[in-house]
């Protein structure tokens, strides 16, 4: 098989990486929507998929520069970003049919440290990225929390004179459809990007993109741009049903008002995180926010035996997505 | 102590203790701020909520 074959190979299984991200995390988009019944699922899919495509003619391309340097692109190649991506793939795959929300992103990261490790050892992967990604694997769900906690208390005491809950409700409910459109952006930019990353670390690793793209990431090719928000707004319209029922109604319950604090949290800091190059977690950021909210109600609202599921998800998550890439990259030096 | 006040102190605790890893790129803003930010934010929520904890108790 000819190197150019083989590039449009990855690229294509980067993009249904992409769309199984879509399919997996994006569903956290409208799991508050959903839940407050504000929208119904099919009509909530299309709103979430929409924002999800925009979303690249907001925020920078930073997140795909950062995911572009997490190995060192001198020694990428096709078959080390095949490896990586197999190994975020198969994650993927396995939390999703397990009912288990994961991150497709740390799986991402976890894929090509792996594959990196089984190249040349530790000293390829980039270690300010990664310690940066790393401290935000934390930071980032108590981001969420902390805003959704303080908005939730300040919104409470604001609307707590209004006898008519029918009427707050009927108030949030419309703002739940902004809410969840801003977290659909910030999902659509973080995580999008990711893809944009690697396919960008491929195209160089391959000769076919310029090593100059990563300092100037705008210059990143248009395809490559709206291919990327094409797949994961797909991905969205398919949906993850099962993972958006554990993070709507199992985590805690959600009324309306309670829905908006959350996503504008969670979007607030995907924004922020899009903004400064940091690759987060939406589905850490969402369950952060919403936990917040639950808290704020009170501690015993949040069902702490999901909550606990979901941390163990996330620290699974890099070892067990770089263990897969390891394998497959023997693998594919074996067929090489 | 009130159970979520002890929650956001854990949070506290763990969102200095990561401060001094956020790294510092250059040519890129320095983003330390957001993790002094949150350890006084959740200082603040552990005082207050210990407080609504006691000031409940006082009236049940």
Redesign the interface.
């Known amino acids: 098989m000819t190197p150019i074959v083989l590039v449009v190979i990855v690229v294509a299984i980067a993009l249904v990486f992409d769309f199984v991200n879509g399919f997996h995390d994006a569903a956290n988009s409208i799991a508050t929507i959903v839940a407050t019944r504000v929208l119904k699922p099919w009509q909530a899919v299309i709103w979430a998929a929409f924002f999800n495509f925009v979303s690249f003619l907001l925020l920078p391309l930073e997140v795909a520069n950062a995911i572009a340097k997490i190995v060192s692109s001198d020694i990428i190649s096709i078959g080390l970003v095949f490896a990586g991506l197999m190994g975020a793939i198969f994650w993927n795959v396995l939390t999703a049919w397990l009912g288990l929300p994961s991150s497709s992103s740390h799986a991402l990261i976890g894929g090509m440290i792996g594959a990196g490790l089984a190249k040349d050892g530790g000293h390829v992967v980039t270690?300010?990225t990664l310690?940066?990604t790393?401290?935000f694997i934390?930071?980032s769900p108590?981001?969420g929390?902390?805003l959704a906690?303080?908005a939730f208390v300040l919104v409470s005491w604001l609307v707590h004179k209004i006898k008519a809950k029918r009427t707050v409700n009927k108030t949030f409910r419309g703002l739940q459809l902004l809410s969840a459109a801003a977290f659909s952006i910030g999902h659509g930019a973080n995580d999008a990007q990711k893809t944009m990353g690697i396919i960008a670390a491929l195209l160089i690793g391959a000769g076919r993109l310029d090593k100059g793209v990563l300092d100037n990431p705008e210059s990143l090719p248009m395809w490559i741009v709206l291919s990327c928000h094409a797949a994961i707004a797909l991905g969205t319209m398919f949906g993850g049903w099962r993972i958006v029922r554990t993070m709507g109604t199992k985590l805690t319950r959600l009324e309306p008002m309670g829905g908006v604090c959350a996503e504008s949290a969670a979007a607030v800091t995907l924004f922020?995180a899009s903004h400064?190059?940091i690759p987060v977690s939406t589905t850490h950021t969402i369950t952060g926010a919403i936990v917040g909210v639950g808290?704020a109600n009170?501690?015993s609202a949040v069902r702490w035996k999901v909550a606990r599921r979901v941390v163990w998800a996330w620290v699974l998550t890099i070892p067990g997505s770089a263990a897969v890439a390891v394998l497959t990259y023997w693998l594919v030096e074996v067929f090489n | 102590m009130d159970?979520?006040a002890v929650?956001f102190v854990i949070?506290a605790v763990?969102?200095a203790a990561?401060v001094p890893?956020?790294?510092h790129?250059k040519g890129?803003?320095d983003?330390s701020w957001?993790?002094y930010t949150?350890v006084v934010?959740?200082v603040v929520?552990a005082v207050l909520s210990a407080l609504d904890a006691w000031s409940r108790s006082r009236f049940h």
């Open positions: 270690l300010k310690q940066k790393a401290v934390i930071y108590l981001i929390l902390l906690f303080s922020f400064n190059g808290s009170r501690l | 159970r979520r929650f949070a763990l969102s990561l890893l956020i790294p790129e890129k803003p983003i957001v993790g949150m934010a959740f929520l």
